[in-house]
């Protein structure tokens, strides 16, 4: 019988940082949150800011077929052959935490026949509160929820609310028209996430997704600094 | 059986390699009306098993049992008539090869991934991880027949709110059957691949391709 090494295997590891190319590969962000809470939107808000700068690619987890994808491609956001639709056999969760082989492959066909990219987003279909990426699939994860769902999401907690990197409060241009307590939603939101950080964000008013397009910015200049790419030789890496 | 623990691994339907997100037909055949309660899924099932998962069990213990794994997934795409399905098969065989090499690596399952870097057909590769995780080819017949039959079943609780138990006991029913296939399947494995099974369900190639055309979906397959 073949049983695993101890060492490292990083040619077959799902999160290693080296394509086979020995390249190093995109930073890979998801975005989950509750159903409408505004992630399709702030994928291609975060597009059209960011794809200037960055090689870019996404891929949406519907819980029916390309609904997603199909609005991204709509808008143009992206060229049709850097947007890719996996399909989750109605359960987005399974495919971005339990089972996420499906994912991995629309990560890597990217990479391969859109790429080099710097940058991939992989968008879940809406669900529940516990649903949270695999850290096998994604380096960074943002929950995105909304002023309109109920103010009280942020104290309810969750394993999204509580560990996603950032959480997103979207669509603050309702809150007078619903009755959310913006003040007390963050201070619910600092109870459950501590010291991670937590954006309010309307994508309807400036600075719309601006905010949040500096803090993907930030992470893909940490994911440069600390994986320096491994072609760049003997280039001295700072200490 | 060398390894029971190891079979029993490969069968969980949690074997992180894709195969939730497909339904083995039964979207289809809910939509049309042909699987409406237990009793449907279980004919389902058993018409399946005896196509389809014949067919699979084979190629798998074909493949566990050592013949060069590049003809039988040219076995299994002459055996694979729908362009949708053997799509899938690929689509899961490399799925399954990613979660095999992480599991029970080889050298076989990396010349396998080497050779068909975009998936070779989901049962060979499924006889070929039962070898690499020191299994038989009973072993890995055992598993494709199962799976022939959990995977409609799973898929099929989620589309019709099928009871679970009463579906479950479909499967608990057609155990019998699902170890018979498996010893046919072992059985035809200790000859050549031209005479492998070549059992086959047109409806389910024909249903196949319709699937796979429809703008709304739940199910990949
Ligand atoms: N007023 C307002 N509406 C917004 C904002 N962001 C998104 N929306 C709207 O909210 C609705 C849902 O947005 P989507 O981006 O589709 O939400 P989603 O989270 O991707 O939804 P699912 O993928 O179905 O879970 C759309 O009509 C958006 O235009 C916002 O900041 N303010
Ligand atoms: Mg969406």
């Known amino acids: 019988m073949h049983l695993d090494h101890a060492a490292p295997c990083p040619e077959r590891h799902t999160a290693s940082v080296t394509l086979p190319d020995g390249r190093r590969r995109a930073l890979r962000v998801g975005l989950g949150g509750p159903v409408g809470s505004g992630k399709t939107a702030t994928v291609a808000a975060l597009c059209r800011a960011l794809r200037d700068r960055y090689s870019l690619a996404v891929v949406t987890n519907d819980i029916y077929t390309r609904e997603d994808a199909a609005f991204l491609l709509r808008e143009a956001v992206l060229p049709p052959e850097r947007i890719t639709a996996v399909e989750t056999g109605a359960c987005p969760h399974t495919a971005i935490r339990d089972d996420i082989s499906a994912n991995l492959e629309a990560v890597e066909d990217l990479e391969d026949e859109a790429g080099p990219l710097d940058l991939v987003l992989v968008e879940s279909g809406g669900d529940n509160l516990t649903a949270t990426f695999s850290k096998g699939l994604v380096d960074v994860q943002i929950f995105v929820i909304d002023v309109a769902g109920g103010d009280d999401i942020p104290r309810k907690g969750g394993p999204g609310v509580t560990t996603a990197d950032l959480l997103v409060v979207n669509k603050t241009d309702l809150a007078p028209y619903v009755g959310s307590d913006l003040a007390g939603m963050a201070r619910d939101a600092e109870q459950q996430r501590g010291a991670l950080p937590v954006l309010f964000q309307s994508l309807r008013t400036e600075p719309g997704v601006l905010p949040l397009a500096d803090w993907v910015r930030e992470q893909c200049a940490a994911w440069a600094a600390t994986h320096a790419a491994p072609d760049a030789g003997t280039a001295a890496l700072p200490a | ?221």
């Not at chain 2, 590049?70 to 799509?87: F, I, K």
């Not at chain 2, 010349?111 to 068909?116: D, P, V, Y």
């Open chain 2, 1 to 221: 059986m060398s390894g029971a623990a190891a079979l029993l691994v490969l069968a969980d339907g949690r074997f992180p390699a894709g195969g939730h997100a497909h339904s083995g037909g039964a979207e289809a055949a809910v939509r049309a009306g042909r699987v409406r309660s237990a009793s449907d899924l279980a004919e389902f099932c058993r018409g399946r098993l005896h196509t389809a998962g014949l067919t699979a069990a084979a190629l798998a213990a074909a493949a566990a049992a050592g013949h060069d794994p590049l003809v039988l997934d040219e076995a299994a795409d002459a055996r694979t008539p729908s362009p949708a399905l053997r799509r899938t098969a690929r689509r899961l065989g490399r799925q399954l090869m990613r979660a095999a090499r992480a599991t029970w690596p080889g050298p076989d399952l990396d010349a396998l991934a080497a050779a068909r870097p975009k998936g070779a057909h989901q049962p060979v590769v499924l006889g070929l991880a039962a070898r690499s995780a020191g299994l038989g080819p009973l072993d890995a017949a055992q598993a494709a027949a199962y799976e022939s039959i959990s995977s409609p079943a799973t898929a099929v609780v989620r589309l019709l709110s099928l009871d679970p138990l009463e579906a479950t006991a479909v499967l608990a029913r057609l155990a019998p059957a699902a170890d018979e296939v498996a010893r046919q399947a072992e059985a035809a494995a200790q000859g050549a691949v031209e005479e492998l099974p070549a059992a086959s369900a047109p409806l389910l190639e024909i249903t196949a391709e319709q699937h796979a055309a429809w703008q709304v979906r739940l199910f990949a397959s």
